[in-house]
């Protein structure tokens, strides 16, 4: 007669049977949170705007001067740009708020019919970016450089020296909206909110409206200062989120 053999029990140290829970515990978490956003979900966005006064402008301007040769050109081009810049500060823009924004010098050619392209002389042009900080003193700012010798002035936009107030105006606002919002969907659709899921925020604050073109005569006369209008800036916050919907 065969004996029969019994194989004996396994027994799991603690250490071991402590590794094979944690290893089931992720995969349980993971089935408990797929359960839950199988949940009824509802995805929303929003926008809150804020409208409010500028309180400082930036300005493109410069100088351009021509002459037979690059050195005559880059030199009266340097020494009419010195006095712009001493009528900026004069004008009370601090040295941080004036910055070189482009410096060129380009050979300037005669195109006739028929005939090779015959150099007339250079062009040089130095362009300075401002920021003006009291508005009041805008217009009297432009005169005074216009005046020292600046020939272009290129464009002009309005911003905000801290737009943190407004946009968190506009992300209450956005806010709002947003849970209105929902609030209807959840009526309309016989559920309830239960809670918020989650909550992003895009957009935010942007320096003004596109840059409003200026030009600058040198020989104009100005009588008074040059007239400028800084209007409003919109800040504008784009919100969206997802609701968790409950009978």
Known sequence: ?????RSAPVVLAPAAALALLMVGAPAQAQTVADAAFRATTLNL???GETLIAPDMATISLGVQTEAPSAAEALRANGARMNQVVAALKKAGVADRDIQTSGLNINPQYVYEQNKPPRLTGYQASNQVTISVRDLTRLGQTVDATVTAGANTVGGISFGLQNPQAAEDAARLDAVKALQAKADLYARATGYKIVRLVSLGEGGGYTPAPPPMPMYAMAKREM????????????????????????R
């Open 223 to 246: 009588a008074d200062s040059t007239p400028v209008s800084a209007g409003e800036l919109k800040v504008r916050v784009d919100v969206n989120a997802t609701y968790e919907l409950g």
């Open 45 to 47: 966005s929003a926008f």
């Open 1 to 5: 007669m065969k004996s029969l053999r």
